[in-house]
């Protein structure tokens, strides 16, 4: 797969998954640092391919990254004889009364708790490790925390949990400390949360049409392997993806408008290098791992409660620049929301430099 040596996540969290007697694990670590192969690789191993019934349980919150996680399973997993995977997401319908005989069971939370009590084709006292991916969300009050516990509740006292996330405010890392016995904690100090590989400028923009013409500046003068452009809401996200089409741009759209399907046939195309342009709302901020993305764009900075949503900031930025390659971010700013970019800069302190969108010369030298 490309690996030659562990990245320092796995190196520290690997010995720490595979001890026996198991032990729990809340672990930190920036985006595209390998994350999914360390916890894969602890599911893998712990897994029976004998015993033909769910072993493992891992929740993500959205269909794109249960799907993507998924994947790298079967992939990791091909030379593991017998053990396979099923999908818990939305969509994929099984008759009641079916005996899952998938050691692997990855899922969305609310079709894993149907699946855990509702359909019973998961004994939850039978599984051996729990993996909590994208955790600071599923434990969020606002999110998945109910489903999340519920599920947490219902497993034996001796199965492995494992919660995974890039970022872990506070409150969240002391609510994860209290539900998961025992647990190892890896976290990061704020100073290594900055992602020194992804460059980071903005441009002072009046409103959309201003946004629009600095974004086709940056087309003019950048060379785009792939882009990911976020925007707030799923209004701005249609108007931007017309805008572009219109202008004979091979762009698509991932809002949480599609269905499961068109999602995923979104993802894919733009996987395969087929759309070189993906426009999303923050359904794609997490997670959502594409290597050819070199640039990522906030048309819009995340906010929430009118404050800048720092996490959100951070995993967006962190769809480029994976495993330490080079990335850059570009953020839009409307002049009444710089207050929110100067509080980005002083939670990550770090330097976002202005640019001109006018000015050619400079964005062309920003490639060297």
Known sequence: ??????SKIQETALPMMLADPPQNLIAQSQSGTGKTAAFVLAMLSRVNPNDKFPQCLCLAPTFELAVQTGRVVEKMGKFCVNIRV???VQGNRIPRGTVKEEQIVI????TMLDWCFKLKFVDVKKIKVFVL???????????????????????SPDCQMLLFSATFEDPVLWFAQRIVPEPNIIKLR??????DNIRQYYFECENKEDKYKALCNIYGSITVGQAIIFCQTRKNAKWLYWALLNDGHQVSLLSGELDVEQRAEVIQKFRDGKDKVLITTNVCARGIDVKQVTIVVNFSLPTGEKLADFETYLHRIGRTGRFGKKGLAFNMVERHNL???????????????RLDPEDMEALEKIED
């Open 107 to 110: 899922g969305t939370p609310g």
């Open 86 to 88: 099923s999908y818990a």
């Open 1 to 6: 797969m490309g690996f030659n040596r562990p």
């Open 339 to 353: 207050p929110l970019l100067f509080s980005i800069q002083e939670h990550f302190q770090i330097t976002i430099k």
């Open 133 to 155: 991916d994208e955790a600071d969300v599923m434990i969020d009050k606002q999110n998945f925390l109910d489903q999340s516990v519920r599920i947490q509740r219902a497993l």
């Open 190 to 195: 704020r100073e290594e949360l900055t992602l």
